[in-house]
């Protein structure tokens, strides 16, 4: 059987990197399935996001390049930083201090078996 990979990506989502990476660090490495039914249990809120890309990511293979689902891997996944809303909040005696509200973007790339096509003839 041959292989392939498949990529996709969620980009400025509204919560911090570092709580991302908690998450993908538990997945990687995983089968679908698997990542999938860890991610439905996590007590996370990033869970949610996380769990429909990886359902995107295998969508996309099973569609786009016929591979089977059974054989779907988690091969690279990471976070980075995106970019930072700045706002402010008020603090004693008129002052203000800053507000960093992260978003991040997440990259999730699946390796799998492809499907024998039959060869007309």
Do not use: C, W
Not at 30 to 55: C, D, H, N, W, Y
Not at 69 to 75: D, G, K, Q, T, Y
């Amino acid at each position: 059987m041959a292989m392939m990979t498949t990529t996709a990506k969620l980009r400025y989502l509204r919560m911090s990197p570092r709580k991302v990476r908690l998450l993908i660090d538990l997945v990687r490495g995983m089968t679908v399935t698997q990542a999938l039914t860890e991610l439905r249990f996590s007590k996370k809120v990033g869970a949610r996001p996380v769990a429909k890309l990886i359902q995107s990511a295998a969508a996309n293979a099973m569609h786009n390049h016929d591979m089977i689902e059974a054989s779907l891997v988690i091969r690279d996944a990471f976070v980075d930083g995106g970019p930072i809303l700045y706002r402010a909040t008020p603090r004693a005696m008129g002052r203000s201090a800053p507000i960093r509200k992260r978003t991040s973007h997440i990259t999730v790339t699946l390796s799998g078996e492809i499907k024998e096509q039959k060869v007309k003839k």
